[in-house]
């Protein structure tokens, strides 16, 4: 992959598959992802090392998540999650979010 990509959308403005590992692994010029409501599984380390990433929400779609997915975003600043603190999907790596000093923003219990 080139690190001069900035948003990776298909023609239908959907993000594309991002399930494998490492897929976008040192896209250092990587600043937005726009997600796919369809999107269900992010890989291991997907986006390890992307030091323009600056926000990040993942949708509710994502049931799996590999560990280190953010791993060296050292732009990353926050990263928005949809569930409360300690629930997160039974899909998601325990270490999805080390490597990474971004502030996670939970769903809260009136959202």
């Known amino acids: 992959m080139p690190n001069t990509i900035e948003e990776i959308l298909d023609a239908n403005n959907n ?3 991002i399930s494998s590992d490492g897929v976008f692994m040192e896209c250092t010029n990587l600043k937005e992802i726009v997600w796919s409501s369809k999107l269900w599984k992010i890989g291991t380390a997907a986006f390890a ?5 600056e926000t990040i929400t993942i949708p509710e779609s994502v049931t799996s998540m590999g560990s280190y997915v953010f791993k060296g975003c050292t ?3 926050t990263i928005y999650v949809p569930f409360t603190e300690g629930n997160e999907p039974p899909g998601w790596d325990i270490n999805w979010k080390e490597g990474c000093n971004a502030e996670v923003i939970y769903k809260t219990e009136t959202e």
Not at 49 to 53: I, R, V
């Open 49 to 53: 090392n992307c030091s323009s990433l």
């Open 15 to 17: 993000l594309l598959n």
């Open 75 to 77: 732009s990353l600043k």
